[in-house]
């Protein structure tokens, strides 16, 4: 009894080794294969992707954006006259130099944008700055002809006949479609019922400022 009891034992603990031979087995196994997996995951979660090309940013002058002043002509009217025409250049007229003698006195000029380019445009900003007066006077004629004249001289800017917005002053966001001019009218007045100073005053610094940008 007792030896069959040992047997039995014997016989239960190798069965048992053998299954624990075969879970160690089993378990290597799927080690084993996790890894191949795992491996194979990561592989296949690689993959490179090339893009080549090559870009040539277009300058300004290129021909794509091109706003310009491209004519420009002023005339005197009443007793007013110009002593030096506006210095031209694609981007800005200056130098414009005048004289007014009497009440009513304006200058005229009529200029022309142009989109010349291949882009439409857009007016984003545009803002009239007020010139600097300076006084010859002195003194108590001083204090009266600035009295007299600050504030006085006009200076205004709309669109010119014809434009489809005729007399109105420019404002955002204006359309200049490519290939298209646009036909400003630019006034320099004394007003007709001021009066005058007793001395000389210049005005200095009236500037226009018009930005365009891609529509």
Not at 141 to 149: C, K, N, P, Q, T
Request: net charge negative.
């Amino acid at each position: 009894m007792f030896l069959l009891k040992n047997k039995e034992k014997t016989a239960i603990e190798g069965v048992k080794m053998q299954k624990n031979e075969k879970s160690k087995n089993m378990l290597l196994i799927v080690l084993f294969i996790s890894l191949i997996t795992l491996s194979i995951a990561y592989a296949t979660l690689t993959q490179y992707l090339y893009i080549n090309s090559e870009a040539t940013i277009a300058g300004q002058g290129s021909g794509g954006w091109d706003i310009r002043f491209t004519a420009v002509t002023c005339h005197a009217t009443g007793h007013a006259s110009i002593t030096q025409d506006f210095s031209t250049s694609a981007t800005n007229l200056s130098g414009l130099e005048y004289r007014l003698v009497a009440p009513g006195d304006s200058i005229i000029c009529n200029i022309s944008v142009a989109n010349n380019g291949s882009i439409d445009a857009k007016l984003s900003s545009f803002a009239i700055q007020d010139g600097n007066l300076t006084y010859t006077g002195s003194g108590a004629s001083r204090l009266s002809d600035e009295l007299l004249v600050s504030g006085k001289v006009q200076h205004s800017i709309v669109y010119a006949t014809g434009d489809s917005q005729e007399g109105l002053v420019p404002s955002v966001n204006d359309y200049l479609p490519s290939g298209v001019t646009r036909n400003l009218v630019l006034t320099i007045q004394y007003p007709s019922n001021a009066n005058l100073p007793e001395n000389d005053v210049v005005v200095t610094g009236l500037k226009t400022t018009f930005l365009y940008v891609q529509d």
